[in-house]
């Protein structure tokens, strides 16, 4: 390999060289490769290439001469002759030098320019025949003095060529135009320049073929004249990137110099064809009207920014937001009624009130094509599958799904958007859901509406109500899209465990579906048809792998789940799969039959134990019923009577409402103590404590009122009440028991607690047509309008014999205090 490097001196060195020597007719060849070497040219070169280091051997070995031709294509490592040009130049090696990776290095110096013939030998280097080409600078010269002038002229030219390509910023050795000053002879002048002003290979070699010196000088100022033209106009680039340019703007700087040279190219407007682009994207977008003059409007001040702008950005983003935008694009109803109800029921089991309203929609769709897409909440505990019966909804229908999740949103620019004044401004999560949906009717569901916050930032659930308003959501505006869109086709479905943290205002827009909690037999179903399958599935199983029998299904519900949706139920199913694969995977290939007995192995030690505990009739305990947003509870109250001075004690993280009712019940009691066989004197010298277990677990709710006042008659009077039998209700201060809801809840907990009769208010007669029907044949409801019915069907005792008891023991105390043998009782009761 031969490579080039700068000597300082050689510059110095050409005006010392004479052409008075003699050259050999056969030398041996070094080719060279990326370099053309001119006569009267000093370099250092590198080689490499065994055979070139043992031409310079033999070079060395002789008179020190040898042949120097450029490669024409440097990436050839074995050039043959066809390989090598034709015209090179003689060279002696004056210095050499090894190197100690084999290489040599050696300095060498042109001599005279050479024509290559014929090649004499191939190994162990190549040696040739060459004839010298013979130049005499005095033939351009004194014949005729136009020549003369025009080869004087030509020197001129090219020194003040030199010059400005120095004063332009080529990097060239000031000595260069020094010697340049003092030559006359526009051959070695040409030459000279050729091997220093940094030629390509092709341009230089073809100045070396040029025989005659005014035209290898002319040849020489034709490429020095393309150099003033590129470094003109790398100048002019540099100029007008320039003014663009702040320190800070490097990248900045370096686009412009590429805009710089696109555009002398001749290339394609970038920013022209943007807005063309735009232009075609905002009349296929489908706005209205209005809006599509309000975008072409911003369009047009992109038109005229410069395009790395901040501003020219967030005009951008805009109208990228608005062409993106699904103003007008819908899908198409599916209105085959049967299909859609076929639909639902094979993603969800029961539902029949949602199924309904679906279908019920569908129909009405079908007879009239416009209206406005319904606005559903639906309302349950969790698990019960209320967001999957959303994709469900939408599957029907053959609309798209869209779901965003509101628990835990504080800011009104979440919903509405952020002005596009604001860095980083975006749309509210409606515009881009339904960006998302990529079309303008999708079914559009929002989780967790009860948990929406408020903040300094603003009330989320405020702007909501533009949104699901039916009369106003047919323009809604985004802040940052500024501009009416139709949400009038959008079906909103919401979801929420409890309706009480949603603004009334806000509730009073939705149509309200409750869902309720499934019963054993319901959740024995929906395991067996959806549950397990999916599960097998998930974790590489088949039926003939795992068999989960019904018992065990019950027993898992029963003792290992206490929920009113289905996820524990499938997480525990899921364990058991996984038990069930690795067995698999350790080899055991049979079918796995889980039997009920053999849940311990699989499950652990059970869960839950029933909820009704008791196995006797206790004094001061009543069961009662509770609803939460799991579902229903079974809650038992403790009431205790001990001496004291009257005062009433209420423990187990009671909420205000829970504390009045036991006030209110206490009250009752109080005004009808006599009928209850409650002592007289009882608020004086006698303490109530009021206890509701499980105390780390808030309860609130006036329902709990009928339970307190019998747990409280029952501690007074010693009479136990029945444990097989549980209670819900609001007592008032008259004894009345008003309404409570939940019921299927309710009655749900008490079932899975083995309790089969429930005292429930006369006026919740109504809901047991929404129980299903196997809990009303399998639960006893007595239907109760005052607190003295609750009294006697949950007492052990009635309440008449209670106040004959009473009377009895008055009469006995009475009797001992006078010393009488025969007392009449007041109350008529008997003697």
Not at 67 to 91: C, H, R
Not at 402 to 419: K, N, P, T, Y
Request: proline share 4%; net charge positive.
């Amino acid at each position: 390999m031969v490579k080039k490097t700068n000597v300082p001196e050689e510059a110095k060195l050409v005006t010392q060289l004479t052409d008075d020597f003699k050259i050999p007719d056969q030398l041996p060849l070094l080719p060279v490769r990326d370099i053309v070497v001119f006569p009267f040219m000093i370099l250092p070169l590198y080689v490499g290439r065994e055979s070139s280091i043992n031409a310079v051997n033999q070079a060395l070995a002789t008179d020190r001469m040898m042949m120097l031709v450029t490669q024409k294509n440097p990436e050839i490592d074995d050039p043959k002759p066809d390989d090598m040009y034709k015209i090179g130049s003689v060279a002696m090696v004056i210095r050499m030098l090894k190197m100690p990776d084999n290489r040599i290095k050696i300095l060498v110096q042109g001599l005279a320019k050479a024509k290559l013939g014929k090649f004499i030998q191939a190994e162990p280097f190549y040696k040739v025949k060459l004839k010298r080409i013979h130049e005499t600078e005095d033939q351009e010269k004194g014949k005729n003095k136009p020549a003369k002038l025009k080869s004087e002229a030509m020197i001129r030219n090219v020194r003040a060529q030199i010059e400005t390509v120095m004063n332009m910023g080529k990097p060239i050795t000031p000595d260069i135009l020094v010697v340049a000053e003092n030559l006359d002879q526009p051959g070695k002048l040409a030459d000279l320049l050729c091997s220093n002003i940094g030629l390509k290979v092709e341009d230089a070699q073809a100045a070396l073929e040029i025989i005659s010196p005014v035209g290898r000088l002319k040849k020489v100022s034709e490429l020095l004249n393309r150099e003033i033209e590129l470094l003109g106009m790398q100048q002019k680039i540099q100029s007008a990137a320039q003014d663009e340019m702040t320190k800070t703007q490097r990248e900045y700087y370096l686009r412009e110099q590429l805009k710089a040279i696109q555009k002398e190219l001749g290339e394609i407007d970038e920013k022209a064809e943007e807005v063309d682009e735009f232009h075609k994207k905002i009349k296929a977008a489908g706005m209205s009207p209005e809006v599509e003059e309000e975008t072409v409007k911003q369009l047009n001040r992109l038109s005229k920014m410069h395009t790395e702008s901040a501003e020219a950005t967030t005009v951008r983003t805009y109208l990228e937001w608005m062409v993106e935008i699904p103003w007008s694009k819908t899908t198409e109803d599916n209105l085959d009624l049967k299909l859609a109800q076929k639909v639902l029921d094979k993603d969800h089991y029961g539902l029949d009130k949602i199924k309904d309203r679906i279908i019920e929609y569908l129909a009405v769709r079908k007879l009239k094509k416009e209206m406005k897409g319904p606005i559903l909440c639906f309302v349950g505990p969790p698990g019960v599958g209320k967001t999957s019966l959303g994709q469900s909804v939408a599957r029907a229908l053959g609309r798209k799904f869209v779901r965003i999740s509101l628990g835990g949103v504080r800011d009104e620019a979440e919903i509405r958007g952020h002005r596009r004044t604001y860095i980083g401004a975006l749309p509210g999560r409606i515009i881009q859901g339904l960006k998302q949906a990529g079309y303008s009717n999708p079914v559009f569901m929002m989780d967790e509406i009860d948990k929406l916050g408020s903040d300094f930032r603003g009330d989320p659930s405020s702007a909501l109500l533009e949104v699901l308003d039916p009369e106003q959501n047919n323009a809604y505006v985004d802040h940052y899209v500024a501009a009416p869109f139709d949400l009038s086709r959008v079906m909103f479905i919401t979801t929420a465990n409890v309706t009480d943290a949603i603004p009334s205002a806000l509730l009073d827009r939705m149509e309200v579906i409750r869902l309720s909690g499934y019963t054993e037999e319901e959740k024995l179903k929906i395991a067996k048809k959806y549950i397990v399958p999916r599960q097998l599935k998930e974790h590489g199983l088949t039926s003939r792998r795992l068999k989960i029998t019904n018992d065990t299904i019950l027993k898992i519900i029963s003792q290992y789940t206490r929920e009113a949706g289905l996820r524990n139920l499938e997480r525990m199913i899921a364990n058991v799969c996984r038990k069930v694969a690795r067995s698999v995977a350790d080899g055991k290939k049979r079918l796995h039959t889980v039997e009920p007995e053999d849940l311990s192995k699989y499950l652990g030690v059970r869960i839950f134990t029933r909820d009704g505990e008791q196995e006797k009739d206790m004094v001061g305990v009543a069961t009662g019923i509770a609803w939460t947003a799991a579902g229903g509870e079974v809650m038992h109250v403790e009431a205790s009577a001990t001496k004291g001075n009257g005062r009433l004690t209420l423990t187990g993280k009671l909420g205000d409402v829970m504390k009045e009712s036991a006030q209110a019940a206490l009250s009752y009691i109080k005004s009808r103590a006599g009928q209850f066989g409650v002592p007289d004197n009882f608020t004086s010298n006698t303490d109530i404590h009021i206890h509701v277990p499980a105390g780390a677990i808030p309860k609130d709710g006036p329902s709990a009122g009928v339970t307190m006042a019998v747990a409280l008659v029952s501690a007074l009077t010693g009479a136990p009440v029945r444990h097989d039998i549980t209670m819900t209700g609001e007592i008032t201060l008259r004894g009345r028991v008003l309404p409570i809801g939940g019921l299927k809840e309710k009655s749900l907990a008490a079932r899975r607690a083995g309790i089969r009769e429930i005292i429930i208010p006369g006026t919740n007669k109504k809901d047991l047509a929404d129980l299903p029907e196997n809990i009303r044949k399998e639960v006893k409801f007595h239907l109760v309008k005052t607190a003295d019915q609750v009294l006697n069907l949950a007492l052990t005792k009635k309440l008449s014999a209670l106040k004959k008891e009473k009377a009895e023991k008055d009469a006995k105390a009475l009797k001992k205090k006078t010393g009488s043998k025969s007392v009449r009782i007041k109350t008529g009761v008997g003697k």
